[in-house]
């Protein structure tokens, strides 16, 4: 066991903070799933009372309660022993109010549509608050990416781009790597768009973000999102009378979010305690090295037997006392049972809805700050601005100039998420809502809505 004390400030308690199940008008308007659990409705919930605590014009609240497009679509590939499969896809574009649609591809054998709306949705959200000119978007593949052979992947990406090419392009739609999708992807993505697409001449590949750097990828990129979840926490720990150095830590999941935010977070002098991935939990109070463990993880495919840790139990984990805990993993990971036992100070959400309405109760009523994946991890999406940019604009910036933009946006965000939370005296998912629905109001106020 960890024997740090308490720290000795947290933040204050706020006043308006959502019900474990917040009833909308709206969900029975629009005919939102009546089940409390549904992601999508967890999501939007969150959102409508955000917008309710600001007096957000109903008509915005509609708009942004629903996608404006949903696409699915079905294609046969060949698999290596030549039988064929059928795959289902999906784009859903959600709003562009602010600009063309953005957000990642999911490559994963449980992805839904209620799930791509929620993330969609998500991302809508996180580029108003983050200030870049996107809208949200999102789109996945149900297939397990470990199941299939290179070739079956590259055959599965390619013609799952033909699917849809005809509703994304570098100024309407620009997908980027999630969870089982990676910059290989996107390379083939980029070049079988660019077979496809009639764009005049010019270069096509900036439909895409999040490519290798040899083909228009941008420094940073890859390490981008794990470096905003890390920029926040510096921003914010002071508020929590914590600094980084003060810290021991926990990341549930470590992939690309999860092992960049614990590198980066162990490289500012805090220590990384217990982790934990599809393949197994793992505690070792004296710390875990960070860039030791992802080497590993690149090799053996998940931290499950890696010896420099102890291998503990799902609970045990949990409960491991840490000052920060880091759900790096999928959807809906913290719920009731789960927030009854972590044992932090600060969750920063490095995953997206990592977090359930009831979990997230329990934590505040705990005394426990969430850090909400909207600001927290919005740098992946602040980079994939820069490499778009840069794909535009025919430049290539140097790596200190993408870390220093990116500090520039998640500092600039998390102060409008701190302004929010003093004037409405709410928890931080809200304020961060708020401040993203501030800007949205604004677009919607000078556009009108047509005719
Ligand atoms: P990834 O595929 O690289 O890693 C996912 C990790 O989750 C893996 O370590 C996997 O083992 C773990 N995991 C999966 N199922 C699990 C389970 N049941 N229990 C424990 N661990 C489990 O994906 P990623 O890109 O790191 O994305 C992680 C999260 O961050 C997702 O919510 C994603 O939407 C979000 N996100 C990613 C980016 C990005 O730039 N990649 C940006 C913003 C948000």
Redo the contacts with the bound molecule.
């Keep these: 066991m960890t024997t740090l004390a308490k720290p000795p400030t947290p933040m204050q308690k706020p006043k308006n903070v959502p019900p474990a199940s917040y009833n909308s008008p709206i969900f029975e308007e629009l005919g939102f799933p009546t089940d409390p659990h549904n992601l999508y409705r967890q999501t939007v919930g969150a959102m409508l009372y955000a917008s309710e605590l600001m007096g957000l014009p109903h008509r915005v609240q509609i708009i942004l309660a629903q996608p404006k497009t949903e696409i699915m679509v079905h294609f046969p590939v060949k698999m290596d022993d030549g039988h064929y499969r059928l795959f289902k896809g999906y784009r859903v574009q959600h709003n562009n109010a602010l600009g063309p649609y953005k957000g ?1 591809l999911r490559f994963h054998q449980d992805v839904h549509l209620d799930d791509v709306k929620s ?1 969609a949705f998500l991302m809508t959200m996180k580029c108003s608050l983050v200030g870049v000119p996107f809208g949200g978007g999102k789109g996945g593949v149900k297939v397990d990416p470990r199941k299939h052979s290179n070739a079956e992947m590259e055959r599965i990406v390619r013609r799952f781009t033909t699917a849809i090419a005809h509703g994304i392009g570098p100024d309407y739609d620009i997908p980027a ?4 999708s990676n910059a290989q992807h996107m390379a083939w993505i980029a070049d079988t768009y660019s077979f496809l697409a009639d764009v005049g001449g010019k270069d096509p590949s900036a439909v895409i973000t999040g490519k290798p750097i040899e083909y228009g990828g941008s420094l940073g990129r890859e390490k ?2 794990g470096q905003g979840v890390v920029d926040t926490l510096i921003e914010m720990l002071p508020e929590l009378g914590l600094k980084p150095e003060q810290c021991t830590f926990s990341v ?7 092992s960049w935010s614990g590198k980066i977070f162990q490289d500012k002098g805090a220590k990384m305690i217990a982790v ?4 197994g939990f793992l505690v070792n109070e004296k710390g875990i090295d960070a860039h030791d463990l992802a080497t590993y993880v690149q090799q053996k495919g ?1 931290v499950g037997g890696y010896t420099k840790a102890t291998a503990v139990s799902k609970e045990e984990f949990y409960k491991t006392k840490v000052e920060v805990f880091i759900p ?4 809906q ?1 913290i719920q009731e049972s789960e927030a009854k036992l972590i044992n932090a100070i600060v969750i920063a959400e ?3 809805a990592p977090t359930t309405p009831g979990g997230e109760r329990i934590l505040t009523e705990r005394g426990i700050e969430v850090l909400p994946a909207i600001l927290c ?1 919005a740098g ?1 999406v602040t980079v994939s601005y820069f490499e778009w940019v840069q794909n535009k604009t025919y430049q290539m910036w140097d790596l200190e100039h993408v870390d220093r933009e990116l500090n520039k946006h998640m500092v600039k965000a998390a102060s409008k998420t701190r302004d929010a939370r003093r004037k409405y005296n709410c928890d931080l998912r809200s304020a961060a809502y708020i401040a993203a629905c501030e800007r949205l109001n604004q677009a919607y106020a000078a556009r009108g809505i047509f005719p």
């Design positions: 990642g993330l790597p999630d969870v089982g981008a999102t549930l999941g470590f992939g690309n979010v999860g934990a991935d599809h393949t998940g790096a993993a999928l959807e990971m490095g995953a997206n991890n992946g």
